[in-house]
């Protein structure tokens, strides 16, 4: 293992306009092997996934690996087309991102190669896949209840479904309908319980609101806290930054569908997938691979207070603390697959 001078270690968060030429200036270590690849000593990831939960993962790896890993952020959507416009000519080799439905999104246009690894396959567990390989859940999230501590008893809550009924009326808060957290929980929503029930259950969430929708997730908590309203969907990780901001949040969260016969907490993922024109494929296989041993999953999933894919990673001590649950086992990629119709669905009841 070799240390690699600090300047060269990543390249800044603004780095996006600038980042052709900054990889230029880092020195070129890579090494021509049989077959025209690259040797393994540099990699380029784009990432959706903040800068500050990135870097600890990143220089992990360099440290680990030896190989040299630029990377650039931005939102999603900015980078899905950026490696769109750069097509044959992107530098990049993997994308990470976040949410199921956006993963869909971008293999859906054709934007990843097979992922092709069984080591991937046997840590992440299937429906947290792709079925056709081409990207991986990395660390899992529930988007789950959070409620009033003062205002609301435990043994009130039951499903995400009960959410709809009259006695929450004037008392709930949601984010907004456009992010696609929302999106993906509707769609799992329709596949969970079919399209009309699912209509039923959000339009009630709908004439349930205390608020307008909300631009975020902690807006919902804020929300609830200020009195505004008693109950609101989030996702965990949200709940733990405001956990630790906050002594003696007035908040808890409360896992639904426990019961037999209902299908358990909706959870997400963050996850990656190899670019199909990586100039470095086998090198962000590797990589990949390394995102789901124990050591980078409990960096990669603890850093933002989220769950290990794998079942032999440790979970973070904060996020253990929130009680365990049973999660969906619905095949993660219906969030893509049905995001049309939740979209539509979610417009037919108002939910803006
Ligand atoms: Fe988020």
Same mark, same amino acid.
């Given at each position: 293992m070799f240390f690699l001078p600090r300047a060269c270690l990543v390249a800044p968060l603004? $780095? !996006?306009?600038?980042f052709t030429s900054l990889l230029g200036g880092c020195a070129e270590r890579g090494a021509e092997v049989g077959g025209g690849e690259t040797k393994a000593e540099r990699l380029v990831v784009y990432s959706s996934r903040n800068e500050q939960l990135l870097a600890p993962v990143l220089a992990r790896y360099e440290a680990h690996s030896g190989v040299k890993v630029d990377y650039a952020t931005d939102k999603a959507g900015v980078l899905l087309e950026r490696i769109k416009a750069e097509? #044959?000519?992107?530098? $990049?080799d993997v994308l990470i991102t976040v949410d199921a439905g956006t993963l869909g999104f971008a293999a859906s246009q054709g934007l990843f190669q097979p992922l092709d690894s069984s080591i991937v396959e046997q840590a992440v567990p299937v429906h947290l896949r792709d079925p056709k390989g081409r990207w991986a859940g990395l660390s899992l999230r529930a988007r789950t209840i959070v409620y009033s501590t003062d205002r !609301? #008893?435990?043994?009130?809550l039951s499903s995400y479904a009960a959410l709809a009924e009259p006695s929450w009326q004037g008392r709930l808060c949601l984010r907004t309908s456009k992010k696609v957290y929302n999106q993906s929980l509707v769609a799992m929503l329709i596949s969970e319980l079919g399209e009309q029930q699912a209509e039923r259950v959000v339009k009630g969430w709908v004439a349930n609101l205390a608020i307008p929708p909300t631009s975020n997730d902690t807006k919902v908590m804020e929300a609830i806290v200020a009195g505004r309203c008693d109950i609101g969907i989030v996702n965990t990780y949200y709940f733990g930054r405001m956990q630790n901001a906050q002594a003696n949040l007035p908040l808890a969260l409360f896992w639904p569908d426990q019961a037999a016969g209902q299908g358990g907490v909706h959870v997400n993922v963050a996850g990656a997938g190899i670019l199909?024109? #990586?100039?470095?494929a086998a090198a962000a296989r590797r990589f990949i691979e390394w995102l789901v041993s124990d050591e980078a999953q409990a960096i990669f999933a603890g850093v933002n207070q989220e769950y290990p894919v794998t079942s032999t990673t440790e979970v973070d001590q904060q996020v253990a603390s929130w009680g365990v649950f049973r999660a969906s086992q619905?095949?993660?990629a219906d969030a893509w697959l049905l995001q049309p119709a939740a979209v539509k669905l979610m417009d037919r009841v108002g939910y803006r």
């Amino acid at each position: 293992m070799f240390f690699l001078p600090r300047a060269c270690l990543v390249a800044p968060l603004t $780095a !996006v306009l600038f980042f052709t030429s900054l990889l230029g200036g880092c020195a070129e270590r890579g090494a021509e092997v049989g077959g025209g690849e690259t040797k393994a000593e540099r990699l380029v990831v784009y990432s959706s996934r903040n800068e500050q939960l990135l870097a600890p993962v990143l220089a992990r790896y360099e440290a680990h690996s030896g190989v040299k890993v630029d990377y650039a952020t931005d939102k999603a959507g900015v980078l899905l087309e950026r490696i769109k416009a750069e097509g #044959a000519n992107s530098p $990049a080799d993997v994308l990470i991102t976040v949410d199921a439905g956006t993963l869909g999104f971008a293999a859906s246009q054709g934007l990843f190669q097979p992922l092709d690894s069984s080591i991937v396959e046997q840590a992440v567990p299937v429906h947290l896949r792709d079925p056709k390989g081409r990207w991986a859940g990395l660390s899992l999230r529930a988007r789950t209840i959070v409620y009033s501590t003062d205002r !609301v #008893a435990k043994q009130d809550l039951s499903s995400y479904a009960a959410l709809a009924e009259p006695s929450w009326q004037g008392r709930l808060c949601l984010r907004t309908s456009k992010k696609v957290y929302n999106q993906s929980l509707v769609a799992m929503l329709i596949s969970e319980l079919g399209e009309q029930q699912a209509e039923r259950v959000v339009k009630g969430w709908v004439a349930n609101l205390a608020i307008p929708p909300t631009s975020n997730d902690t807006k919902v908590m804020e929300a609830i806290v200020a009195g505004r309203c008693d109950i609101g969907i989030v996702n965990t990780y949200y709940f733990g930054r405001m956990q630790n901001a906050q002594a003696n949040l007035p908040l808890a969260l409360f896992w639904p569908d426990q019961a037999a016969g209902q299908g358990g907490v909706h959870v997400n993922v963050a996850g990656a997938g190899i670019l199909q024109h #990586a100039p470095r494929a086998a090198a962000a296989r590797r990589f990949i691979e390394w995102l789901v041993s124990d050591e980078a999953q409990a960096i990669f999933a603890g850093v933002n207070q989220e769950y290990p894919v794998t079942s032999t990673t440790e979970v973070d001590q904060q996020v253990a603390s929130w009680g365990v649950f049973r999660a969906s086992q619905q095949p993660l990629a219906d969030a893509w697959l049905l995001q049309p119709a939740a979209v539509k669905l979610m417009d037919r009841v108002g939910y803006r």
